[in-house]
């Protein structure tokens, strides 16, 4: 007896297990298909399943019941309904353009007429052909031909739908925004573990946020005061009512994909042969049509307007803002890709991503970083491994212009100003590089790490004013919002580079004195003073000496810098122009200016003030600080109000800039209203039109490299094969652009040092 007893509760549990392994199938009524999408106990009073439906379906058709000759006509076309008293039509129906289909539910149908709709070399017939509908609206003159399950969805006009083989929404779709439906666990909400891996930084996606949404959610963490109101203000912008449809846009054409789940997708979008798009928002219409192609996996995510994602991209957890691109084979994962921005082949994950980034190659990866715009990552790079670490919580922040080269290795946690750029190497140790518009290089040889800053001024200058240029011409926002700085020189580069004469002059200080010792005690100040001495002097024996830095990499080998005395010059000129050309613009537009004005501008303008990058537009640290206290104190009350503050603040941006631009330039010169003179005027203008012409001639010099090298001439017969192949040199627009604005420039210069000369136009002298 205990063996057969041993047996049976062994055979009991055997049928457990075996029920746990297999799949939950329910049996229900078949009548009752396409009914009940939202249960009683999420309706209020007064509410049925089709009452969010209703608000909305606004096509503005008005649909009657079915007259019997139209349901006689269906039903020889091989349609079945559950209940023809459900099927709702406009006047303008034609029963003939509906066969072969299975109507389940409330079905309301617009005007079919005898057409055929073409997209591209598309052609199909209106009316709706061989599918299984369950309570669906439809617009005016749809396609929708071989849709295997079709369920749950708000249709608009001349859309063409074919060869899909699911495309439902469940009642509680969110549409890939962070919130959580009637009902719902909390841990249901979907977060984008941006900048972090351990999360540390989690941000609540929603339909229309921008870089600058992002960066503030995930920057600021220790107030909780702040994120809270972030939260807050994304569950306002969505209701949590379950019932909502998935709506399609007018003249939206999918065709040939497999599951398309709780997707709301705009007007004038192209899908087509997608595996799998589920929760998701795909904006499309007047501010950009965005376009979908084959074997792409959309899951968890925002797609902005104006999109392009293409052959074989994966997407989870992401925002892509608007027109963006991923292509390629391209993945992003816990991770929000900023305006204009392409991403093809690589692999990027846990990162914020602001506008007019690229990022190419099949073998280029991202992981936890902060990039903060108009970047570069090169084949090859490998941005944020995490061997340093027992956890992934490293993180990398780059500034404007990050640009690794080939190959790159770096690990977390590394820190890079505006523009560097990371030569060929594999860097093993943390970087913290404060110094912009730098070439960083791994010197294996010597054992160090060299830092050359202004590489860009001096060595690139053409690629650097041409992605300005180009980024500006690629921006393709309809609605900006956010005033982005694409400018190389502005307040925030401006501030990297007085630090990095500061840390130049310390360097140079320390070297001269590991020379020519002294015994005397020196404070910092004091050792920083005869460095600047020995720069600002041009002293060749600033060439001679080996100048270190400390603080740039956790490493115990030596951070060199490298002409270090070419550098501190360029950056002076740079900054100096930036000043000047600030003071030629206010001058220029106000034209009764006498030099009492100029010098009371002095006296207003005194203070350099600081910048943050909030999403690629720079705001002044106390603005930042005045937008989170209005955010927390109710005086901004939804994301709306965040991006109309957004939009006011970079209406004054112009001023703001010029004022920092001043103050800068009386910083560089030690300008005041007692010491500015016609002659320290003129000869502040000739330096800024020398500085102008210098740049120009630079771009020049740096594009010409390209048609003099022989070992890019050595793949042509001649120099026509290499116009035909490359382009003529004399035929680039660009540099023609440049040389032109710099003739504007020396004749607006010329104007103004003779105005004030013979102070006949503003009485200035």
């Not at 946020?209 to 569950?235: H, I, Q, V």
């Not at 087509?272 to 376009?291: C, F, R, W, Y």
């Not at 360097?507 to 010792?517: D, E, H, I, V």
């Not at 603005?623 to 104190?633: H, M, S, T």
Request: one cysteine or more; glycine letters at 8%; hydrophobic letters at 40%.
């Amino acid at each position: 007896m205990w063996h057969n007893s041993c047996n049976g509760d062994g055979l009991i549990k055997k049928k457990e297990r075996l029920r746990m392994s297999q799949n939950i199938i329910k049996k229900t009524p078949l009548a009752s298909l396409g009914y009940g999408f939202v249960t009683s106990e999420y309706l209020k009073p007064g509410e049925d399943e089709y009452t969010l439906r209703n608000l909305q379906n606004r096509s503005g058709i008005s649909y009657k019941h079915l007259t019997a000759y139209e349901i006689e006509v269906l039903v020889r076309n091989r349609n079945t309904s559950d209940d023809w008293n459900n099927i709702y039509v406009s006047d303008a129906f034609n029963p003939e353009l509906v066969k072969n289909c299975k109507f389940y539910g409330l079905v309301r149908i617009g005007k079919l007429e005898p057409y055929f709709l073409s997209f591209s070399d598309l052609k199909v017939s209106v009316g709706l052909y061989n599918s299984t509908i369950i309570s669906c609206d439809f617009g005016d003159n749809v396609c929708i031909d071989n849709v295997n399950y079709l369920s749950h969805y708000i249709i608009g006009n001349e859309a063409i739908i074919v060869n899909v083989n699911e495309l439902v929404t469940t009642n509680k779709a969110k549409f890939g925004n962070g919130i959580v439906k009637e009902g719902e666990p909390e841990n249901l909400r979907i977060w984008l573990e941006v900048c972090n891996e351990n999360g540390g930084r989690s941000i609540l996606p929603f339909n229309g946020m921008l870089a600058g949404d992002a960066y503030l959610w995930s920057k600021y963490r220790t107030d909780e005061a702040l994120l809270n109101k972030f939260k807050a203000f994304t569950e306002a912008e969505f209701k949590c009512n379950r019932g909502y449809y998935g709506k399609i846009g007018d003249r939206t054409v999918i065709k040939h994909c497999n599951i398309i789940k709780d997707v709301w997708i705009g007007q004038d979008a192209y899908i087509k042969g997608a595996n799998k798009l589920k929760n998701l928002t795909i904006n499309s219409g007047e501010e950009g049509k965005t376009q979908i192609g084959e074997g792409v996996e959309l899951v968890n995510g925002i797609v902005g307007f104006g999109c392009r994602i293409f052959y074989g991209v994966k997407a989870v957890r992401f925002i892509m803002a608007s027109h963006s691109q991923l292509k390629y084979g391209a993945r992003l994962i816990n991770s929000y890709l900023g305006n204009n921005a392409t991403i093809s082949c690589c692999e990027v994950l846990n990162s914020l991503i602001f506008p007019a980034h690229e990022q190419h190659h099949n073998n280029s990866f991202l992981c936890a970083a902060l990039i903060m715009g108009q970047s570069n990552i090169a084949a090859g790079a490998t941005i944020g491994s995490n061997h340093n670490s027992r956890s992934p919580d490293g993180e990398m922040m780059a500034g404007r212009g990050f640009w690794p080269g080939l190959c790159v290795s770096i690990k977390h946690n590394c820190k890079f100003a505006s523009f560097t750029i990371l030569a060929k190497g594999d860097y093993k140790s943390e970087l913290n590089i404060p110094i912009p518009f730098a070439l960083v290089n791994n010197d294996v040889p010597n054992n160090q790490l060299e830092i050359m800053p202004g590489y860009w001024f001096m060595y690139n200058m053409y690629a650097l004013a041409r992605n300005c240029w180009k980024y500006i011409d690629r921006d393709k926002r309809i609605n900006k919002i956010q005033h982005i700085e694409y400018n190389y020189l502005a307040p925030d580069t401006i501030n990297e580079m007085f630090e990095a004469l500061s840390i130049m002059e310390l360097a140079t200080g320390k070297a001269y004195l590991r020379q020519s010792p002294t015994d005397a005690v020196l404070a910092d100040a004091e050792i920083a003073a005869i460095g600047k001495q020995l720069l600002v002097n041009n002293n060749p024996v600033v060439n001679q000496l080996e100048i270190t830095v400390t603080g740039v990499e956790n490493a115990k080998r030596k951070a060199v810098l490298v002409k270090t005395l070419k550098s501190y010059a360029v950056f002076t000129k740079m900054m100096t122009f930036y000043g000047t050309s600030a003071l030629v613009d206010w001058l220029l537009e106000n034209p009764t200016k006498s030099i009492s004005d100029v010098q009371q501008l002095l006296t207003t303008h005194h203070i350099r003030t600081e910048w943050v990058n909030v999403g690629g537009q720079l705001i002044t640290v106390e603005d930042v600080a005045l937008l989170k206290q209005q955010i927390k104190d109710g005086t901004l009350q939804s994301w709306d109000d965040v991006h109309q503050w957004y939009s006011h603040n970079g209406l004054g941006y112009a001023d703001k800039k010029h004022a920092h631009a001043i103050a800068s330039l009386q910083i560089l010169k030690a300008l005041t209203p007692q010491n500015l003179t016609e002659e320290t005027l003129i000869d502040l203008l000739n330096e800024a039109l020398a500085t102008k012409e210098w740049i120009t001639d630079n771009i020049t010099a740096t594009r010409a490299k390209d048609y003099t090298n022989p070992y890019r001439l050595m793949m042509y017969e001649n120099e026509a094969e290499m116009n035909q192949v490359i382009g003529a040199f004399d035929d680039n627009g660009f540099i023609k652009q440049e040389q032109l604005a710099c003739k504007a420039y020396r004749a607006s210069i010329l104007a103004l040092m003779q105005r004030i000369q013979t102070a006949q136009l503003a009485g200035i002298a």
